[in-house]
């Protein structure tokens, strides 16, 4: 059984802790000088790791195994939120490159092939899991052209600015994978709550959007009387409060909305708004309650817009993600590992928040691993989890690898 | 009867509006760079009209009568809202210079005195009528200390950019008064839609405001369920519905409320908001309905706390306006005037907007005159007004300043 190295896997996530730290959290967006930082010191660690380094032309980095036969691929993303946590994308990247040195340091697992990876802009500065769509050949030309990000740079400029502009991209070589594994922060609080240390997902939850845009008449906050008035602002609480009335009457056990983003121009005290937008994001694991919400949204609209006043217009986010099942012979080796390791102390569940394995699942079989998230607090500067929970996700990542390889070859 | 020159009139409006025109509108805010041009440019046309012109330590611009005797001040104000109209404020300050050219150049008027002002920051990119808040001294220095803009920029530095650190302070001379006049275009549709020319301010509207701070869990937007989550977005977008439910309970005619400014943390889609702001503002020509709507807002902030989750916070905006109401007997002066040059087409009216007339009415006998907005639209780009409407405004003004001063003197 291939042993990590505990203080080795804590060092080098507090190495990578350190390349955009902002207080306790960290702001390394994707392309941004401190991602492309990781990138490269990554690239380093891969190469003496043994692996052969490349970062690709969307900023993805790959560590390659030199050992022949079906190898496994391993690892998440290194791009973060704009105040993002510390571990969430870096606790599954350090934990391939520690599996990769632990498979290597055992006589019995030192031929197995593990190649290591970290994905980019999984956190949709530009497009969300950009580097996954891209290596598994799913990034559509619609996709990059004029993407633009919250301050309206493009990704194009972005790519040219990071040195990217000439590089070639990577295609995922399907032939060589006996599947993808990626581990990952819970990001909420179930394991915590239920005292687990290790989350088996067995699939990811669906995820639609929709952007609300609605057009009235700017106008003086002191000399248009109420009745005159077509306010933007006005029209978007009204929606936002009866999309959060509407959807509990259709949603299933774990259905989530979220209306996070809203923007009111010119955004003044004095004055009445003449135009505003509203996003709602919505996640189920079956298609059934995102048809209901869809519907819910789209009679809301309507009812509103017959009114007149105000226009609403409704528009899909450009990449909605159907739910997604996790491969069930990886989930087994993932499952026989837990157990070996914290016997009882284990269960499967879904993963509430999209990942890369739900774009590579696609194209190879793919699995995750969770560990607790202190609070369940993640996308914040405050989200944490405990060294030994850490140290214990490495050791069941590295075991079921093993076990996967191995299972190949026999 | 002085006699004004309406080619000349229009001519220097369209000068002022070349400076920071944008498009149609104008973007011209306290301190900006053509902000200062504009002064500067304005104190040059002063001093060609005979006046003695100065630029205060924040900007206030004012032209001196050498005339001795008793003296109108008229003015209003020349910085506009970040994305403001051409007419809002300038008009108020060419009627201006065009009165005291006017005047100068008539036999039976060339004697009066008549001093020009341009007031600083009116529409408050730092504190809302700053100009005249500092020349009648109720210019706090808790108005000042610490005092941003939406940019973060401080008043100290921009006092400093603009050249004024160490300008000395206007402070008005109250027994040099008769009055002061503020001509304005009417910011909203009663004029036309009445179908009149000229608006005698009986009063300007009472203004309060309200920010309300939300403070609840950032969290991930698809791994927090509902039922943990504290959503500071979804606590904003119920309170500003509510609000808007209630208050027409207990509005009176014309009241008006606009909640035109909110903020959201981090104002992403993925993520559950942890802070949020709602600024509420709030007007009517009497304070009854301005404290039922305190109350009504004190009322659901203390429901929705009451709940838990999401804390709210209200606190009072910085500067509360009470109604006030517009001298009689310079009222009348304007009302002949008015009957004079558009007989049977001018009204008496409250003013909707608060204007620098608001302020400068405590120390100095103050009114204000009216003309029609296109469309009643202002602080917008499209502000427009009819070229003949504006040159009847500054007819009705000149004639009402010059018997104003004649009357003084018999």
Redesign the interface.
Known sequence: MPRIDPARLLADLRTLRGIGAHGRGVVRPAFSAADMEARRWLARRYQEAGLEASIDGVGNVLGRSRHPGRALLIGSHSDT???GGWLDGALGVIYALEVVRALAADASTRELAVDAVSFQDEE?RFVGCLGSRSITGVLTAEMQEEVTDRDGVTLADALRQAGLADAPRLRIERERYAGFLEAHI????QLEDSGRKIGVVNGI?G?R?IRFVFRG??????????A?RR?A??S???L???I?REF?KV?AG???????????E?????????YAEL?L?F?DASEAPLDAFEAVAARLVAEMNARGGVSIEATR?RAPIPPTRMDEGLQEHIAEAAERHAPGKWQRMP????HDAGIVSACVPSAMLFIPSIG?????FAEDSRDEDIVLGCRVLADAAASILACGRA
Chains 1, 2 share one sequence.
């Open positions: 939120q704009p105040t949709s819970e990001q909420g609080p939850v995820l959007g008449q700017q106008n003086h906050a002191g000399t248009t009387m109420m005159r306010d602002a006005t978007l609480y009204e936002a409060y009866r959060n509990p949603a774990h259905s989530v909305w979220t209306m996070g983003r809203a923007r009111i010119p955004n003044a005290t004095s004055i009445v708004p003449g996003d994001q996640r986010a993963s509430g928040a999209f369940g607090i993640s996308h914040d």
